[in-house]
Nanobody, 120 residues
Framework: QVQLVESGGGLVQSGGSLRLSCAASGSIFSINNMGWYRQAPGKQRELVAGITKGGSTNYADSVKGRFTISRDNAKNLVYLQMNSLKPEDTAVYYC??????????????WGQGTQVTVSS
């Protein structure tokens, strides 16, 4: 009933930038928290950045000052602007969102992931 679709991943050189987008669609009544996670090969999935409905943000220490999360509540979109990328940022990036469908409680949904590769 709810789908999250990421886009914007790719291959970039160290020091470069990418902007990820995630669009939520389906029977959406309300979206609460949204976020970006990443998972590198052989590592656990980790939180990169989160944003509340009101716009409050939090970031992993490793990306503070380089990444910026934002959202468009009217369009059910969340973005991740990634600057000064490093090879250690290489991972599959996933967006997630806490979504309430019509007449239902909040559930957490995940996108399918988008690959970000940073070459040195």
């Amino acid at each position: 009933q709810v789908q999250l679709v990421e886009s914007g991943g790719g291959l970039v050189q160290s020091g470069g930038s990418l902007r990820l987008s995630c669009a939520a669609s389906g029977s959406i009544f309300s979206i609460n928290n949204m976020g970006w996670y990443r998972q590198a090969p052989g590592k656990q999935r980790e939180l990169v950045a989160g944003i509340t409905k009101g716009g409050s943000t939090n970031y992993a220490d490793s990306v503070k000052g380089r990444f910026t999360i934002s959202r468009d509540n009217a369009k059910n979109l969340v973005y991740l602007q990634m600057n000064s990328l490093k090879p250690e940022d290489t991972a599959v990036y996933y967006c997630n969102a806490d979504v309430a469908t019509y007449m239902g409680p909040y559930h957490t949904y995940w996108g399918q992931g988008t690959q970000v590769t940073v070459s040195s």
